[in-house]
């Protein structure tokens, strides 16, 4: 399995729908998991963080699954603004002390287009 | 706003060339990445650091380098432009004081090898 996994989509959605992502990821210990937002052209842009079983911010629901090692990202409501690329982020492994630098692994991203 | 600007936005240069992009922060955080982005590659780690002087290897480290003298500035350097080198590179910053937890990107920089 690959570090992180993501469908890459296009995902073509009309406004006001729902739409969800999943990304697998293959190392058990991570602890903090991410999603970040990336327009056309532009630097990414963190979304969500995701720590326990999830986090809910608006229309955006962000789930972990730790047995089945994915997390997922759920857009309600869909607006025209969340047309973009979403990026889940995989920390490495939590080293002794608490801390974990070093290598981020980015999944590919998902496109997303939300049309009128 | 984390305060990160990455200079240049664009270049172009010839293979065989040395090329520095700066990365600047105003607001003392410890932490500093850079990162290339190609499609079909995603965002990977070039390298990394943890402090002044402190640096590290990301996961395609070769063929650059990297210094930081303050820590203000993160450079990267080419020492010698490979066409494989074209990318957009994003400097990065990890806020709250711990590493790899919420990174805030700057707007990057363009990069062509001809």
């Known amino acids: 399995r690959k570090e992180v996994e993501q469908d890459p989509g296009p995902f073509n959605v009309p406004e006001g729908a729902t739409v969800a992502f999943n990304c697998t990821y293959s190392n058990s210990a991570s602890q903090s998991f991410f999603w970040y937002r990336q327009d056309c052209r532009k630097e990414p842009k963190l979304l969500m963080s995701v720590y326990s079983s999830g986090n809910e911010d608006g229309r955006f629901t962000a789930q972990l699954n730790r047995a089945s090692q994915y997390i997922s990202l759920l857009i309600r409501d869909s607006k025209l603004s969340d047309s973009a690329t979403y990026l889940c982020v995989v920390p490495p492994r939590w080293r002794a002390g608490g801390t974990s630098y070093g290598k981020l692994t980015f999944g590919q991203g998902t496109i997303l287009t939300v049309h009128p | 706003d984390a305060g990160i600007t990455q200079s240049p936005r664009h270049k172009v240069t010839e293979t065989g060339t040395p090329v520095t992009l700066r990365c600047h922060q105003t607001?003392?955080?410890?932490?500093m990445y850079w990162y290339r982005q190609d499609p079909g590659h995603g965002l990977r780690l070039i390298h990394y650091s943890y402090g002044v002087k402190d640096t590290d290897k990301g996961e395609v480290s070769d063929g650059y380098s990297v210094s930081r003298s303050k820590t203000e500035d993160f450079l990267l350097t080419l020492e010698s432009a490979t066409s494989s080198q074209t990318s957009v590179y994003f400097c990065?910053?990890?806020?709250?004081?711990?590493?790899?937890?919420?990174?805030?990107f700057g707007s990057g920089t363009q990069l062509s090898v001809l």
């Open positions: 990065a910053i990890s806020v709250q004081g711990q590493p790899n937890e919420k990174l805030f």
């Open positions: 607001e003392n955080h410890r932490y």
